[in-house]
C-alpha cells in the first residue's frame, strides 16, 4: 500500500497550490479519502474528507470556502484544490484512506508534502 503525496512548495499569501495523493496497493474507489496538516508544535488537523463515489464531501471551518477536495478513481488520484492561502496555511499536508466515511479510524497514510506560505 502506498499514498503518494506531492504538490507541496512555497507559495505567497494569497496564492494557490493543488496536492496531489496517488495511491496503490488497495481498493482506491472502496476509500473515503481525506487531506489532514500538520503546522509545527501543533497536534495534526483535519482537514476534507471525500467520499468513494465522490458525491459526498465534507470540509474543516478553516478551510471551507477556500480548499476544494476532489478525487479521479480512474487514475486512483485525489487532490486538494488551495486558494487564498494564509501563512497559518504552513504544515506538512497529509492524506489518508478510510473504509468507513465519517469514521475516526483512517486505514492508510502518506508521507506528507510541506506546504509554506510566506511572502
Known amino acids: 500500500v502506498q499514498l503518494q503525496a506531492s504538490g507541496g512548495g512555497l507559495v505567497q499569501p494569497g496564492g494557490s497550490l493543488r496536492l496531489s495523493c496517488a495511491a496503490s496497493?488497495?481498493?482506491?474507489?472502496?476509500?473515503?479519502m481525506a487531506w489532514f496538516r500538520q503546522a509545527p508544535g501543533k497536534e495534526r488537523e483535519f482537514l476534507a474528507i471525500i467520499i468513494d463515489s465522490g458525491e459526498m464531501t465534507r470540509y474543516a471551518d478553516s478551510v471551507k470556502g477556500r480548499f476544494t477536495i476532489s478525487r479521479d478513481n480512474v487514475r486512483n488520484t485525489v487532490y486538494l484544490q488551495m486558494n487564498s492561502l494564509k501563512t497559518e496555511d504552513t504544515a506538512v499536508y497529509y492524506c489518508a484512506g478510510s473504509w468507513t466515511y465519517g469514521s475516526p479510524r483512517y486505514d492508510y497514510w502518506g508521507q506528507g508534502t510541506l506546504v509554506t506560505v510566506s511572502s
Open positions: 496497493g488497495f481498493l482506491f474507489d472502496n476509500y473515503a
